[in-house]
């Protein structure tokens, strides 16, 4: 206790000074739902779930996308804020970006007169959105005060409307060959473990990451000791706008269509994927790399039980179990650290 | 008994007034759900249109800004200035009951258009609803893959993955029930459900969904999907696993302009156009009938079209 006490000031992880890593529990559980549906599938359908290539593939190629908005959301909530906007800026940013990345040969496109652009034009677009709405969110929260939960629901809500405003409900599609290429086949994959391997670096080695923990350990003494907290907060909403812009371009190169539904949902899931890789919800604890797993189990479990074929209903009921599941077993972690 | 008598002769004042107007000229009120929607765009100029055709007819078309609110004061609006009929496009099919109840005080028709009533067991006399029934959608597209399996020499057992809509929602709901009456029928009895899983209408979900699927490697011989944007999502996961889509039998509904693209393309082979300029039509024609005093039935069904390579030139244009 007395050990713990003391890193709860400092600027430094407790979890990093641990001979055993927490990321090592989330592991385990990895591995051991894995080895669950795979002895469900001998005993049920007579079929190995992970000898297949294809379904290994696909497990993390279903929770690429959501993953990259989850490497953003893991920092908000490291610093002890949350951010329910990210899905409703992954549908504004995508139709946005969308609409400079059709082709000339559909007629139907919404600026006739730009089409066929450049690659760098839609992606630049893109991530200027996102910026845009990550920095509105930093602003609101380290300026007005008002609790991130309450600024980001408001972006939800506005974001979502600009989306339906944009092309009036219309989807856009028809996106250029080079635009459809960005994320074909498991460049996703690509993209959220390059994405999520910088961030680890980031928050475990630089001054960004160790501002980011304080504040979330304690952002009273994070101020003492010099960091400028508003300052920082914005740069880490900005920062999450920016990968849910990311995730907006895979995403609708992925699907080669943008609409306003898109991205419906996804903040929760990002929000989960981080619990479940052993972020705390109360801040100055958890790990990109705890979010990489956590997105993993995600991806193991929607795999599973399609592979059982396990009704839909069934499904939806057992993810809701296992994110309050995740919770519990962080309440119950800071509680032995003394925190609540 | 004589303010009884009076409020008779005044009711025939009233009804031979709407009739000799009616026969000339007509004022029909509009109140659509939104303006900002493809489909109900289609639909609202769909009603312009036609009322184009015929001189003695006037519209006054509202938005109702997707307001249950904002709608039904614009009823009442149309109320107040005495329109012959009125053609709501409800904004939510739960508060229609206050509509009805308000046009039928005032004795002014009312036609609903699209989205069904929920108050539809209950209507009064002069008032219908105009629409496509969601039953025909899924049977049409299940029947024509059940065909096609058949001409496809399956017809002694075949294999289909059904990809659902999101699961509360009645067009999904009834969709998949429409798949499941066809099997049940000893025409296409040949024909087993492999899985059924939700993509909630997305095209993103119906990726994973489809990708996952093929990782099993059951041999499947159709994809019965409940709309076409989840439809176009498992192409496109069939594509990023190297299965020829040229041969895959699939099936969807709504018939958007980038299904009839696929279809083109030779990927998509079924969908089913629901039609929103004749719906629009429809339901004019009922308010015109019903402002005339015609009786017309409680409901009036536009019917879905099946939509094939074979016929797809005459739909490229029409959503």
């Given at each position: ?17 641990r001979?055993w890593p927490?990321e090592?529990?989330?592991l ?33 190629l ?40 059709q ?21 630049a ?67 959220f ?43 880490v ?20 269509t ?12 990002a ?12 801040g ?17 479990i ?10 839909a209903?069934?499904q ?12 519990v ?9 003394g925190?609540? | 008994?004589?303010k ?9 004042l ?44 006037t519209?006054q ?25 009125i ?22 028709p ?50 289909v ?13 009834q ?13 296409c ?18 990726q ?22 989840m ?23 709504d ?16 969908t ?22 015609t009786?017309?039935d ?22």
């Amino acid at each position: 206790m007395a050990e713990v006490a003391a890193a709860k000031g400092s600027s430094v992880d407790a979890s990093q000074r641990r001979p055993w890593p927490s990321e090592v529990n989330i592991l385990a559980g990895l591995i051991a739902i894995a080895l669950m549906f795979e002895v469900l599938g001998w005993l049920l359908i007579h079929q190995s779930f992970l000898i297949n290539p294809a379904r290994l593939q696909i497990m993390i190629l279903q929770v690429a996308i959501v993953g990259i908005v989850a490497v953003g959301v893991t920092q908000v909530i490291i610093t002890g804020g949350i951010d329910l906007s990210s899905g409703s800026v992954v549908s504004a940013a995508a139709i946005i970006t969308m609409s400079f990345a059709q082709v000339s040969t559909y007629s139907r496109a919404v600026y006739p007169a730009l089409t066929n652009l450049p690659i760098i034009v839609p992606i630049a677009v893109g991530l200027a959105c996102g910026l845009l709405a990550g920095l509105i969110n930093g602003l609101i929260i380290a300026y007005t005060k008002i609790p991130p939960f309450i600024a980001t629901l408001g972006m939800m809500v506005s974001a979502r409307g600009v989306s339906n405003w944009y092309t009036k409900g219309q989807p856009v599609s028809f996106p250029t060959d080079a635009y459809a290429s960005i994320a074909s086949g498991i460049r996703p994959v690509i993209i959220f473990i390059v994405i999520a391997i910088i961030f680890q670096i980031i928050m475990r080695y630089t001054l960004y990451g160790r501002r980011t923990y304080a504040i979330g350990s304690n952002a009273d003494a994070a101020r003492v000791s010099g960091i400028n907290v508003e300052r920082h907060l914005v740069l880490v909403y900005t920062l999450a706008g920016v990968l849910s812009a990311v995730a907006a371009i895979v995403v609708s190169s992925r699907n080669l269509t943008a609409q306003a539904g898109m991205g419906f949902g996804y903040e929760l899931d990002a929000i989960a994927m981080t619990v479940i890789g052993g972020t705390s919800l109360y801040g100055g604890r958890g790990s990109i790399i705890g979010t990489v797993l956590g997105a993993l189990i995600f991806g193991v479990i929607i795999s599973g039980f399609t592979f059982l074929r396990i009704d839909a209903f069934y499904q939806e009921m057992i993810k809701g179990v296992i994110i309050i599941g995740a919770v519990v077993q962080d309440v119950y972690r800071q509680r032995r650290r003394g925190r609540i | 008994m004589k303010k009884l008598a009076l409020a008779a002769l005044m009711g025939t004042l009233l009804m031979g007034t709407a009739m000799t107007g009616s026969a000339s000229a007509a004022n029909i009120g509009v109140s659509m759900a939104q303006f900002n929607d493809n489909f109900l765009t289609v639909l609202r100029n769909g009603i312009i249109d036609y009322a184009k055709t015929m001189p003695d007819v006037t519209l006054q078309v509202e938005d109702g800004g997707n307001d249950v609110n904002k709608q039904l004061s614009e009823v009442q609006n149309f109320i107040a200035s005495k329109v012959d009929a009125i053609i709501v496009n409800p904004v939510d099919t739960d508060a229609t009951t206050a509509i009805s109840k308000l046009a039928a005080d005032a004795n002014i028709p009312l036609v609903y258009v699209n989205r069904q009533p929920s108050n539809m067991d209950t209507l009064p006399a002069n008032q219908a609803f105009v629409g496509s029934d969601e039953k025909d959608s899924g049977t049409l597209e299940t029947k024509q893959i059940c065909k096609l399996l058949k001409d496809g020499g399956k017809g002694s057992g075949a294999n289909v993955y059904v990809m659902q809509g999101q699961l509360n929602n009645q067009a999904a709901v009834q969709r998949t029930q429409d798949i499941h009456d066809v099997i049940a029928t000893s025409d296409c009895s040949f024909i087993k459900i492999i899985d059924q899983q939700t993509a909630g209408w997305q095209r993103d979900q119906a990726q994973s969904l489809m990708a996952n699927w093929l990782t099993a490697g059951t041999p499947y011989d159709a994809v019965i999907s409940n709309n076409d944007e989840m439809a176009l999502g498992a192409l496109q996961a069939m594509k990023a696993a190297g299965v020829d889509t040229k041969t895959v039998i699939i099936g969807g509904v709504d018939a958007t302009q980038e299904a009839l693209a696929s279809m083109k393309a030779g990927d998509l082979k079924v969908t089913v156009f629901q039609d929103a300029a004749g719906q629009g039509k429809g339901a004019l024609d009922t308010a015109l009938a019903l402002a005339k005093g015609t009786k017309v039935d409680k409901a009036v069904w536009v019917p879905f079209q099946l939509v094939t390579p074979e016929n797809i030139d005459t739909y490229m244009s029409k959503n």
